[in-house]
């Protein structure tokens, strides 16, 4: 079956330092959506990306949407203590309602 | 603006014994509801979705059901849990058509004993 999975699984950074997460679909998606997670919390929206190729800006927040649809990416410039969470990347492919969620990078940020 | 309930917040269940968890979404109608379990430190494993009143689409094989009686309900049930069953449980909503986020629940956490 379809599976998305993420990289790194976990991830301790300096406040102030860059942090990137990967995920990569055994398949070719439609869409791909980004939550964030609070420690105790549930999902939050962060953004979707619909495009080949595409590239989407939020503040210090970089997503990146693969050429062949199967991959993307999430970069944190200067990382924050507000930025500590688990990130979620979520495919959806095409003729379907469900998203596949990835397997989460969680960020510690040491201030 | 569009709210999601879930309930209850936690919940510790004996194994063996049923369950019953609730889902009710207010401010938007025919949405897609989906139920997702989460275990400790993991990501979300998707376990049914609807995409109207009585259309239920289950993922994974279990011992888990789901019924949506109503437009904006949604539940989540068990004749006898498992120990594997603990996790947290979220409950998520979106438009009635494909690529549009996700609102989650607060979840509701269930230990089973």
């Known amino acids: 079956g379809q599976q998305v999975m993420q990289i790194p699984q976990y991830q301790h950074v300096q406040e102030g330092e860059d942090f990137t997460t990967y995920c990569n679909s055994s398949t070719t998606l439609s869409n791909i959506q980004w939550y964030k997670q609070r420690p105790g919390g549930h999902p939050v929206f962060l953004i979707q990306l619909v495009k080949s190729g595409e590239v989407k800006k939020q503040k210090r927040l970089t997503f990146q949407f693969g050429e062949a649809k199967k991959n993307s990416s999430l970069h944190i410039t200067a990382t924050q203590t507000t930025d500590v969470g688990t990130y979620f990347c979520?495919?959806?492919?095409?003729?379907?309602?469900?998203?596949?969620f990835g397997t989460g990078t969680r960020l510690k940020v040491l201030a | 603006s569009q709210t999601i309930h879930q309930w209850p917040a936690t919940l510790v269940q004996p194994v063996g014994s049923p369950l019953s968890l609730e889902c009710t979404v207010e401010g938007t109608s025919n949405p897609n509801l989906y139920w997702y379990r989460q275990a400790a430190g993991r990501g979300l494993q998707l376990l049914f979705y609807?995409?109207?009143?009585?259309?239920i689409s289950s993922e994974v094989p279990q011992n888990l059901s789901a019924s949506r009686p109503q437009d904006r309900q949604f539940i989540l049930s068990s004749k006898k849990l498992l120990l594997s069953d603990s996790g947290f449980y979220l409950c998520a909503w979106n438009r009635d058509l494909r690529a549009y986020e996700q609102y989650f629940g607060p979840g509701t956490r269930l230990t089973v004993t």
């Open positions: 979520a495919g959806q492919t095409s003729g379907t309602y469900k998203y596949i």
């Open positions: 609807s995409v109207g009143i009585g259309q």
